[in-house]
């Protein structure tokens, strides 16, 4: 008697394989633009943040701080009488997600004050993932 043996042939695996790769081709390209919207959506969050922190620091002390003194003033009293701080909850200025820092600029350019981010590319301008992330902008 001849025992039978069992398993899968090569051309069932390369099957396999091409399903895969086809399912991988279909789903990754999704699942990354979902990522890049993530990062955009968390930088809109963190400005919002930045912008309600400056609010109570004018409160505190009657005027925002200059384009000089930044977001570090939420942090560290640059010097000004009725800082209460600090205005933010780590106590330290967080980097917009791909790792760049916020820019302020007092007075702002759309606003009394801009808080933004300049995306993906860290440039000022661009589309997509690389658009610059501001206050002003609608929420």
Avoid: H
Avoid at 61 to 84: C, F, I, M, R, S
Avoid at 94 to 116: A, H, I, R, S, T
């Amino acid at each position: 008697m001849k025992k039978r043996q069992t398993g899968f042939t090569l051309v069932e695996l390369l099957v396999v394989l091409a399903i895969i790769g086809l399912l991988a081709g279909l789903v990754g390209p999704k699942v990354l633009n979902q990522l890049g919207g993530a990062k955009t959506d968390t930088a809109g969050v963190q400005v919002r943040d930045f912008e309600q922190a400056l609010e109570i620091y004018m409160l505190d002390t009657g005027k925002l701080p200059t384009t000089e003194q930044g977001l570090e003033a939420l942090v560290q009293n640059p010097g000004v009488a009725g800082w209460d701080g600090p205005y933010l909850r780590r106590n330290e200025l967080p980097l917009d997600p791909w790792n760049n820092d916020y820019q302020y600029k007092y007075p702002g350019e759309n606003g009394d004050f801009d808080v933004l981010s300049y995306g993906a590319d860290g440039r000022p301008g661009g589309d997509g993932d690389n658009a610059d992330i501001g206050n002003w902008q609608a929420r």
